[in-house]
């Protein structure tokens, strides 16, 4: 699954490596852009609409995007809170960003410590600004989201784990 797909750059590197891609565009000309450039492969789904509004798919997935930075947590939040939250994911965002969901030894997000027992998050590469065109003014870094195969707290504690991470949070600010 890509999330905002944009001019196709990266759906059309995914479509050389994947049996499916859904790509999802909200903007109505960018999506008929690629409707007349990509629209005629089999194995591609494009659709067009608002992927916050949309229903998730049931079978396993991944995904690999360029993500729109204003509603960077937004995305993330609806895919690892999911029902069947993708295997892995592979999001290119403001490296700023990462502070939120990455776990690290000095100070961590109510975020990063609700999905760590369920996902591993580190930053797999840091790119220049000169890799994009055009040049962004923030720096970028692929974030990579892993599903543990065994989550770190048991299922069946989801709730209070969550219930008691947000009242730490709460309670102490």
Same mark, same amino acid.
């Given at each position: 699954?890509? =999330? ?35 629209? #005629?492969? $089999?194995?591609?789904?494009?659709? /067009? ?23 960077? #947590?937004?995305?993330?939040? %609806? ?9 892995? /994911? ?12 990455? =776990?690290? %030894? $000095? ?20 790119? $220049? ?11 970028? /870094? ?32």
């Amino acid at each position: 699954m890509e =999330v905002g797909a944009g001019s196709g750059i990266i759906t059309q590197e995914l479509l050389s490596v994947s049996r499916k891609v859904i790509a999802i565009e909200i903007d109505e000309d960018l999506f008929a852009n690629l409707s007349s450039h990509l629209g #005629g492969n $089999k194995t591609l789904d494009l659709v /067009c609409g608002n992927f916050l509004n949309l229903e998730l798919p049931k079978e396993p997935y991944k995904v690999f995007s360029n993500i729109p930075f204003s509603i960077t #947590g937004e995305i993330i939040k %609806k895919l690892l809170f999911a029902a069947n939250p993708p295997g892995t /994911c592979h999001l290119i965002i403001q490296k700023e960003a990462t502070e939120k969901f990455v =776990v690290n %030894k $000095k100070k961590n997000s109510m975020l990063s410590i609700l999905f760590y027992p369920w996902f591993q998050i580190n930053i797999d590469h840091v790119f $220049k600004r000169t890799d994009f065109k055009p040049i962004p003014n923030v720096d970028l /870094c692929l974030l990579k989201i892993t599903k543990r195969s065994e989550p770190l707290v048991p299922h069946n504690n989801l709730g209070k784990y969550r219930d008691f991470v947000v009242f730490k949070f709460t309670k102490s600010r």
